[in-house]
């Protein structure tokens, strides 16, 4: 502190008057610049995670099968015969070797009820995201009435199939 005033008053010939000044507007703005710093720290440390979201975002809309402002007027399929997976094969990353379905022959016949039952982990929720039309086999096909679920087919069979997930949420 002696150093300060030295260096102030002998050296730079600053009056006291305006010392004191200095002091006090410096003292009235230290914690603004220290509220500057943390929020810049904080800002900071939430620009990894920004990116990430920008990066989802970005996915997204890559993914996306329409944008918001397409109008779609298309009548529902209408399944009279049956709905059938034809050698269907699917994995989640196709970098692995491990399968979640495999040679998938099926066929669910129109007008019934069909139940999949089976242990956790064998596959039932994603053979019905397959059958919905919410994911594509990898290999085989996703076949209404003989002909094949395409994707200019998919949003108008979307329109004619309810589905209820496994965990369902009603309020």
């Known amino acids: 502190m002696r150093f300060f005033l ?6 730079l ?3 006291i008057e ?17 509220g500057i710093q943390s929020n810049l720290e904080q800002i900071a440390s939430y620009l990894p995670s920004f990116r990430s979201v920008l990066e989802i975002q970005s996915e997204c809309r890559a993914a996306a099968e329409m ?7 298309s009548e529902g399929i209408a399944i009279r015969h049956a709905l059938e997976c034809r050698s269907v094969y699917y994995r989640y990353d196709a ?5 979640a379905l495999r040679n998938i022959n099926l066929s669910v016949p129109a007008f019934g009820m069909t139940a999949v039952v089976g242990r956790s982990g064998a596959g039932k929720s994603t053979l019905i995201d397959l059958l ?20 200019a087919r998919l949003r108008a069979f979307r329109q004619s199939v309810g589905y209820v997930p496994q965990d369902p949420f009603f309020i």
């Open 95 to 99: 970098t692995r070797p491990n399968y």
């Open 67 to 73: 944008s918001l402002g397409e109008e779609v007027q």
């Open 18 to 34: 305006q010392l004191i000044l200095i002091v006090l507007i410096f003292s009235r703005l230290w914690p603004r610049f220290t």
């Open 13 to 15: 010939h600053t009056r």
């Open 132 to 151: 919905m039309g919410l994911t594509a086999p990898e290999q085989g096909s996703i076949v209404i009435d003989g002909i094949p679920l395409t994707k």
């Open 6 to 11: 030295f260096v102030f008053v002998h050296m």
